[in-house]
């Protein structure tokens, strides 16, 4: 659970810019700060999706293709994971899921949406140019559930004194990208726009090292059970 709150973030962007730190904010104000923590908190989502994911037991439509909206996922922003199917009852785990390219069932199945319907799908796979849909296989009957991870929108924070939604890992990114928006406003000023474009590198280096980490962390998790 996040413990960090939105005035953290937005008091030390403030010390950093050696401005007020109690409330009384002038050049860079709390309903400014507040709109930036925000907008860096999609930010950090639409950069590494990993940063603020969900796990819900969805009921799937009958078919091969599936979306987030015939999936009533409202918050969705991309597909993570489809772990396994679940019985109609929405407790009983069934079959586990592998993710396949779905070029190599066009080629090698070509009637693959048209073939039976069954109560386990087996594979899942996913279209970058349709990021919010995705295709299973063989299709499902009606009433199937499935379990999915994705990531979701991060709630908005309606104070400063509310937590940040996404994890504490993040509060430097989101900081990073505060003070970015910080020196972006006040890009009439000699030194702003570098300085703008200093913390907007930091901010993406910040979330690059994290994703790198994670990479090779996943890599090094495949070799291990490919051994």
Avoid: C
Avoid at 149 to 165: F, G, N, Q
């Amino acid at each position: 659970m996040p413990t960090i709150t939105g005035t953290y973030i937005a008091q030390g962007a403030w010390t950093k810019v050696n401005e007020q730190t109690d409330g009384t904010a002038i050049r860079w104000t709390s309903a400014e700060a507040l709109r930036w923590i925000n907008d860096g908190q999609r930010e950090i989502v639409n950069q590494s999706p990993r940063a603020y994911t969900k796990a819900v037991k969805a009921t799937a439509v009958a078919g091969t293709r599936q979306d987030f909206a015939g999936l009533t996922i409202t918050d969705g922003v991309e597909l993570v994971d489809i772990t396994r199917n679940f019985r109609a009852d929405g407790t009983t785990p069934g079959r586990a899921m592998t993710k396949r390219d779905r070029v190599e069932f066009d080629e090698q199945i070509p009637l693959w949406h048209s073939t039976a319907a069954a109560l386990d799908a087996v594979h899942w796979m996913t279209d970058d140019r349709d990021p919010l849909a995705f295709f299973i296989y063989p299709p499902l009957q009606s009433g199937a559930k499935l379990e999915i991870v994705y990531a979701a929108e991060p709630a908005p924070l309606s104070a400063l004194t509310d937590t940040i939604t996404i994890h504490d890992t993040y509060a430097n990114a989101l900081q990073f990208f505060v003070l970015f928006s910080f020196y972006s406003k006040d890009a009439t000023y000699a030194k702003s726009p570098q300085l703008a474009s200093a913390y907007w590198q930091l901010f993406l280096q910040s979330l690059g090292v994290r994703g790198q980490n994670v990479q090779m962390a996943d890599a090094a998790g495949s070799q291990r059970a490919a051994t």
